[in-house]
């Protein structure tokens, strides 16, 4: 039997143990990059941990994080250098046929998500990836149902025309594999 956390310190360690995998993915799927998510992660942990007095209801610290998340990422994608450049292949990767379609296939819809603008992607991702409702996510991104609502509409509209119609299959299998890997 585990007993009770008996400080602060305790209860942010075991925060952390149980919830950086989560935050990793979420991370991954805000950036779209596993370097650029591990520093994102570890700068929501840094303020989440430095907030941890503040935060008196003990429920909310998943959603603080998250925003801390999603807010970092937007200030870095606004401050990024004009010196990164993206590439499309790692020079260390192994070649195009070392890899199952699957994971082509996620990689290539991955790509797709990715060239959408940073609000559209937001809700994507906390729809699709995330499973999150719309009102939960017009909650957590400060803006209207509404908003949400149209903001779907247009990135999948825009998903749709570039990838054919077979978004909403693959979408509504993520849905239904994500929700299979939370029970």
Avoid: C
């Avoid at 919830?19 to 370097?35: E, N």
């Avoid at 060239?115 to 995330?130: D, F, G, H, S």
Wanted: glycine content about 4%; charged content about 30%.
């Amino acid at each position: 039997m585990k007993k009770a956390p008996t400080s602060a310190d305790d209860e942010f360690r075991d925060y952390v143990e149980a919830r950086s995998a989560g935050l990793h993915r979420i991370a991954y799927l805000l950036s779209g990059d596993w370097s650029t998510a591990e520093d994102l992660v570890q700068t929501a942990l840094t303020k989440t941990y430095l907030s941890w007095s503040r935060i008196r209801d003990r429920e909310s610290i998943d959603a603080y994080a998250r925003r801390v998340l999603y807010n970092t990422n937007v200030s870095w994608w606004r401050k990024r250098s004009n010196r990164e450049q993206p590439v499309d292949r790692f020079p260390d990767r192994g070649a195009a046929d070392d890899f199952t379609e699957e994971l082509a296939r996620r990689e290539y819809m991955w790509k797709q998500v990715a060239t959408l603008p940073k609000r559209q992607r937001a809700v994507i991702v906390l729809r699709y990836y995330e499973n999150k409702t719309d009102k939960d996510i017009a909650a957590f991104l400060g803006v209207s149902l509404g908003t949400v609502k149209s903001q779907a509409s247009r990135a999948l509209a825009s998903l749709r025309k570039r990838m054919g119609a077979t978004i909403e299959t693959d979408f509504g299998r993520r849905r239904s594999t994500i929700a299979g890997e939370a029970s």
